[in-house]
């Protein structure tokens, strides 16, 4: 049941999110934006709601796969360990067998986020202004006219959704390019979800009252959100690179690898740009996080009750 209950727990992550993630992506990957609120405010001003929601689609249709496979995996993981080490899959796991799933989990989940991902960063980085349009304050305005035609050609945005993004980045790029940022997607994956399960499981057994063996709702509403908060506080230097190694293919390609992206951010925009995007990561895990793990313990209590 740890398949169902990561599933369901993972669209719900989504649905609380995405719009954040939206603009955490732009932040980290477009160097104009010099703030929260700036890339919030020109993305409503020119793309409006929907621009919070470009590539929405895929990440739903996909994240319960992934959270299924996540949680399902750690679960797995942790019982063939502890029955290993102690002979029993009931025996109450250490602290390393924690971190040892947590790790396993978020390496095997790249395989398959790699190319969703890919998307959704290209299809949230691909910016459309809205149509002009006279303000009721300036009604002499005229809109900007072409120089050369009298009529602005609207070349549209290269990817219409997110299959024909993936298709076009197959097409072009080949099935590298489905898989590009996959090294910093694992560096990033990898010690983010060792920290994501193991401080859940340590401010589980902190928060839970004595004589009861699980928290409240309460615990883990709280343990969810700071297992969430540390984990992406972790993950961010490598999220940063992922997301500008991914969004790299629109034009002419500016990064050799990993390494190289990592050297030219640095100096060009200093050690701080790794940390871009981080408060904002932190404030989205957050609420996310609550959510993905009461969805999850409540269906694992709800089948276990049935």
């Not at 340590?202 to 509403?221: F, M, Y």
């Not at 050690?271 to 993905?292: D, E, Q, S, T």
Request: with cysteine; net charge positive; glycine share 10%.
């Amino acid at each position: 049941m740890d398949f169902v209950a990561g599933a369901i727990g993972g669209v719900c992550g989504v649905a609380v999110g995405y719009p954040l993630d939206t603009v955490k992506v732009r932040i980290q990957t477009e160097p104009r934006y010099t703030g929260l609120w700036h890339c919030v405010r020109d993305t409503y001003r020119r793309e409006r709601v929907w621009g919070f929601y470009r590539g929405l689609l895929l990440p739903v249709c996909t994240v319960s796969l992934v959270s299924s496979v996540s949680f399902g995996t750690y679960r797995h993981c942790l019982e063939h360990i502890c029955r290993f080490r102690y002979g029993s899959t009931d025996a109450k796991p250490a602290k390393v067998d924690i971190t040892l799933s947590g790790c396993t989990s978020g390496l095997v989940r790249v395989f398959l986020t790699s190319p969703t991902e890919v998307a959704k960063v290209r299809l949230q980085t691909q910016t459309q202004m809205q149509p002009w349009r006279p303000s009721a304050s300036w009604p002499t305005a005229a809109p900007p006219v072409c120089p050369v035609s009298p009529v602005c050609p609207d070349p549209g945005p290269k990817y219409r959704g997110p299959l024909h993004c993936l298709v076009t980045v197959a097409r072009e790029e080949g099935l590298r390019g489905l898989y590009k940022g996959s090294s910093a997607l694992l560096l990033r994956e990898g010690h983010s979800f060792a920290t994501y399960f193991l401080s859940y499981a340590i401010l589980c057994e902190w928060l839970t009252a004595p004589g009861h063996s699980q928290p409240d709702v309460t615990g883990v509403l709280v343990a969810g959100g700071c297992a969430g908060v540390l984990a992406w506080a972790v993950a961010t230097p490598m999220d940063v690179i992922k997301s500008r190694l991914q969004a790299d293919g629109r034009g002419p390609q500016r990064y050799r690898g990993l390494l190289h992206c990592v050297v030219s951010s640095v100096r060009e925009e200093g050690p701080r740009v790794l940390f871009k995007g981080l408060v904002l990561n932190c404030c989205r895990a957050f609420p996310v996080n609550m959510v993905v793990f009461v969805a999850y313990e409540a269906v694992l209590r709800l089948t276990g009750g049935l």
